[in-house]
Structure formats: C-alpha cells, structure tokens
C-alpha cells in the first residue's frame, strides 16, 4: 500500500523568501503524486500534480515541484512567498492501477511573516 | 464550470436526528468521494462512488449511508450520529482513469456538530 511523509508539521517563513515544504511517498511503481492547499474552513485546491514525463512539475499561484525517484520525494517550492500563501499543504499519492484512492500526508502548516 | 457544491455549509443535530448533506457537481465527472477532515488532521476518505456505483467503502459505520441518485449528484446520509462524528465533511468529484486517481476537485465542506 502506498503512504505518504510531510516531515515538516509547521514552517515559518518572511514574506518574499524561498520556501520548500517537503514529502517523501512508499510506493513500489511510479506513483500519481498530488500538492493540494487548504485555506482554514476551506475546502482543497490542488497545486500541481505528477503522472509522468518531465519530474520537475509547474503549478498555480507560482509552485512547482520536482519529483526524484531516487530519493522517493516530491517536494514543493516557491521561489518568493506571498503572505496570502498561508494555509495547510498536503501531499497526496495514489497508485497505478489503485483506483480513485488517495493517501494524503498529515499535512504542513504554513506561516508567513509580514 | 468548475465547481462542486456542497450544501449545507453548517449542520447542528442531536444524536437521534436524521439528516443529510447534499453534494453536486456539472464537470462531467464520474467518480464523486465523501471525506471526513478533523481539525489540523488530513482528509480521510470514506467512500467513493464510480459511474454510480459504490467502489470504496473505507469500512465507515452504518450511520454513515451514502447514495449517489445520479451521475451529478452524491448525498451523504446520517443517523444516530455520536458526538465524536463531529467534523468538516468534504465532497470531491474527479475523472475516472484507467491508470490511477485522476485530479480531485473539492467542495468547500459541510461544518458538521453533533450535540
């Protein structure tokens, strides 16, 4: 069965810097690897997503992620944070062949300092 | 349109009412999903639906009753519900594909308090 790691419950960032939240997927093929948002009360928006082809993956609002097989991951970056990106982030991966199933991540609580 | 709609947004009832929440999207999709989210906890999944059929039942107790009347429309049915069923509700719609999950789109969730 497939899982999912966000090793990082909170992460703190200044307005206008990088940021990189990280996860980490067990799953023994390519797996579909999903970066969805939630706003607090809010349902999820997704950001990107990962099915195949090119590993480094463009989203909305300025994300990207890069999928590395080697390293099992599949981390999400913003070069310059904005202080309306604050929210929770989970990762979700699902299995080939697995249906419509999604395992989500527990989940990274962002904060962004003015 | 893009949008899966969940009603109502807000839901107060005793343990021994029945109640429901609705769900409806117009995407086209055929596969709908009923996931339960606890505060700063990830979603949950409880039952999917696909081309009108239960394909996933994620052993949820029988309070919970889902039905899906059409291809738009999925419900969320409930009875005798404990204090601890308490939770954000969130209704997702995707495409059925042939090799894994396809994108899921959200509702904005139904606020459920069970006194």
């Known amino acids: 069965a497939q899982s999912v790691t966000q090793p990082d419950i909170h992460i703190t960032v200044s307005e206008g810097a990088s940021l990189e939240l990280r996860c980490n997927y067990s799953?023994?093929?390519?797996?579909?690897l999903f970066w969805y948002v939630q706003s607090p009360g809010q349902g999820l928006q997704l950001l990107l997503k990962?099915?195949?082809?090119?590993?480094l993956v463009q989203g909305i609002k300025g994300f990207e992620a890069e999928f590395k097989r080697s390293q099992s991951s599949f981390n999400l970056r913003k070069p310059s944070v904005h202080w309306s990106d604050a929210a929770e982030y989970f990762c979700?991966?699902?299995?080939?062949?697995?249906?419509?199933?999604?395992?989500f991540g527990t989940g990274t609580q962002l904060k962004v300092e003015l | 349109d893009t949008e899966v709609t969940q009603t109502p947004k807000h839901l107060v009832m005793g343990m021994t009412n029945k109640k429901s929440l609705k769900c409806e999207q117009h995407?086209?999709?055929?596969?709908m999903y009923w996931y339960k989210q606890k505060a700063k906890k990830p979603p949950e999944l409880m039952f999917v639906?696909?081309?009108?059929?239960?394909?996933i039942n994620e052993s949820v107790p029988s309070r919970f009753s889902p039905e899906c009347p059409n291809s738009s429309l999925l419900n969320l049915h409930l009875h005798a519900l404990q204090p601890e069923d308490s939770a954000l509700y969130l209704c997702?719609?995707?495409?059925?594909?042939?090799?894994?999950?396809?994108?899921?789109?959200f509702g904005e969730g139904s606020r459920l308090t069970v006194l």
């Open positions: 799953y023994g093929a390519t797996p579909y």
């Open positions: 639906y696909s081309y009108e059929k239960l394909s």
């Open positions: 995407m086209g999709h055929r596969a």
């Open positions: 990962y099915f195949s082809g090119d590993t």
């Open positions: 997702a719609s995707s495409q059925v594909l042939a090799g894994g999950p396809g994108e899921l789109f």
């Open positions: 979700a991966v699902g299995a080939t062949g697995g249906g419509n199933k999604l395992t």
